[in-house]
């Protein structure tokens, strides 16, 4: 007598695993399309801080140059703004004669900036997108160049310029600077993703040469990068003091190199010294206004590549 084991049957309805929770798949937390990440408290408490924090050297430099020294040196000193603003503007202004110094400056940072976008826009566009032999060893022996500190190139690059005739003047501090191994790098690490060889080689089906490649497709593709660039190249220019103190001379200083000498007194008035810093700060702080969107922008857009 044999016995037949009953057949198993799958049941009718088989209740499917509990749904994740909206935003999680995977144990990993994902926004969904339109979903935004929200801050709590902490969030906020640390943007106070580091807001504050941001402006308070800006805003100590308004107070103080608001002051005479005596006020500044005082112990507790003042957190409020004062009465001697103006005066001590014109006085750092006479002193230091700082509208030939701005002048100075505006050619210097401008002359930089526009220099150092055209010419890394091209060799990074060359390096992302150009096939040439050597490309790898040439970008290597490009990056190198960061690691080697600028003092080391002072003393030849100084005689280079004293040799050339032109110690004391502006081209000494403008032609050293024109193109960076930073700009390149970071002009070529943009245009890797932000440049498709698609988009390049219809361009060469239609017919266009190098130039207008580089015209209309390149450089619209490389703007927000552009952007990002010249800010911090300005910047830089603007606030370099070191070869500008030893390439130009008293008559022909820039902005930093000014100011170097309103506080090189034995006895400088603080309040002055931060009334010129002051000014410094000012053209700056223009430029952020007026091309702070594009900027912003441009960090975004390099910010999702990929």
């Not at 430099?61 to 002051?67: F, K, N, P, Q």
């Not at 993703?193 to 593709?221: Q, T």
């Amino acid at each position: 007598m044999t016995t037949t084991s009953p057949i198993k049957t799958a049941p009718d309805f088989v209740p499917a695993p509990p749904a994740a929770p909206a935003g999680k798949r995977g144990g990993r937390f994902k926004l969904g399309a339109g979903q935004q990440l929200k801050g709590g408290p902490f969030t906020y408490v640390a943007l106070i801080v580091v807001g504050l924090g941001s402006i308070f050297p800006l805003y100590w430099t308004l107070v103080a140059a608001s002051h005479d020294q005596q006020r500044v040196l005082d112990s507790p000193p003042p957190l409020l703004p004062g009465g001697r603003l103006w005066s001590n503007l014109q006085a750092a202004w006479e002193q230091a004669h700082l509208g030939k110094a701005i002048v100075n400056s505006v050619i210097v940072a401008g002359c930089i900036t526009v220099a150092t976008l055209f010419f890394c826009t091209l060799a990074g566009y060359a390096f992302a997108k150009m096939r040439f032999r050597g490309r790898g060893a040439l970008m290597t022996a490009v990056i190198a160049t960061l690691t080697i500190p600028p003092q080391l190139s002072v003393v030849p690059l100084f005689m280079m310029m004293s040799d050339i005739g032109w110690g004391g003047k502006l081209e000494s501090v403008i032609f050293p600077t024109l193109v960076g191994a930073f700009g390149v790098f970071f002009m070529r690490q943009y245009l890797l993703e932000a440049l498709p060889y698609e988009l390049i080689e219809a361009a060469k089906v239609d017919g266009a040469s190098n130039i207008r490649i580089v015209w209309n497709v390149v450089l619209p593709a490389a703007r927000p990068a552009m952007m990002v660039l010249g800010m911090l190249t300005f910047v830089q220019a603007w606030n370099d003091f070191f070869w500008p103190f030893l390439a130009l001379n008293q008559e022909n200083p820039t902005l930093q190199v000014a100011l170097g000498q309103l506080s090189a007194s034995y006895t400088p008035d603080q309040s002055i010294v931060m009334a010129g810093a002051l000014i410094s700060t000012l053209p700056l702080l223009l430029v952020f206004v007026i091309f702070g969107k594009q900027i912003v922008g441009g960090i975004m857009a390099g910010a999702v590549k990929g």
